[in-house]
C-alpha cells in the first residue's frame, strides 16, 4: 500500500510541474480593452478606454497597483480609483446655485442660464438666507478647487432645512 501511495504521488508531482511549465509558456501577447474608471469627490465618474499588449501579467498588475479591480473578462478589464478632488468638469463649468425648489445644486454652467444640475446636496431654508448669499447662489459660485467646494456647502449647511429643524 505504501509503495502504490508513493507512485501515485510522484505520478501527481510530474503532472503538476507539467501543468506549471505549460503555465508559463508564452505563446504570444494578450491583447485586452482595459476600462480606467476615476470617481471624483463630486460624484462624476470618467472613464478612459486603452488597448493594452499584455507581455507578463506581473508587468500588467504592477502597471495598476493603484487601481482596484472590478471587472474581468478575457478581453476586458475594468479598474476603479477614488480620486480626492472635483471633477474636470466641475472645474471647468460647474458653478453652485439654488433650484427653484430651493435645493443647494451644482449646475453645469451659470444657474439662470441652465437648469442642467450635476450635483444636488440639500434643500435650503430660503426665509433664513441673507439676501447677499441668496443672490450669490442665484447667480452662480464657481467651483474651481475642492477646498472651496468643500467651503461652500459647509457655508449653506448652516442654513438647510434640516439644521433649521433642529
Do not use: C
Request: charged share 25%; aromatic share 10%.
Amino acid at each position: 500500500m505504501i509503495l502504490s501511495f508513493s507512485i501515485l504521488n510522484s505520478g501527481l508531482s510530474m503532472e503538476n510541474s507539467q501543468i506549471q511549465q505549460e503555465a508559463h509558456e508564452v505563446s504570444g501577447p494578450l491583447n485586452v480593452t482595459v476600462v480606467l474608471e476615476r470617481i471624483y469627490l463630486d460624484g462624476e465618474v470618467s472613464e478612459e478606454i486603452r488597448k493594452e499588449k499584455i507581455w507578463a501579467m506581473e508587468d500588467f498588475w504592477a502597471e495598476f497597483a493603484d487601481w482596484q479591480l472590478v471587472h474581468q473578462d478575457e478581453e476586458q478589464i475594468v479598474f476603479q480609483q477614488k480620486v480626492d478632488d472635483i471633477s474636470p468638469l466641475l472645474k471647468s463649468n460647474g458653478y453652485f446655485g439654488i433650484t427653484e425648489n430651493g435645493i443647494l445644486s451644482i449646475f453645469n454652467g451659470k444657474p439662470h442660464h441652465t437648469q442642467k444640475v450635476i450635483q444636488s446636496f440639500f434643500q435650503i431654508d430660503v426665509k433664513k438666507l441673507e439676501t447677499r448669499k441668496h443672490k450669490q447662489l442665484q447667480k452662480g459660485i464657481p467651483v474651481k478647487t475642492k477646498n472651496q467646494y468643500k467651503k461652500v456647502i459647509e457655508t449653506f449647511r448652516a442654513y438647510s432645512a434640516e439644521a433649521a429643524q433642529k
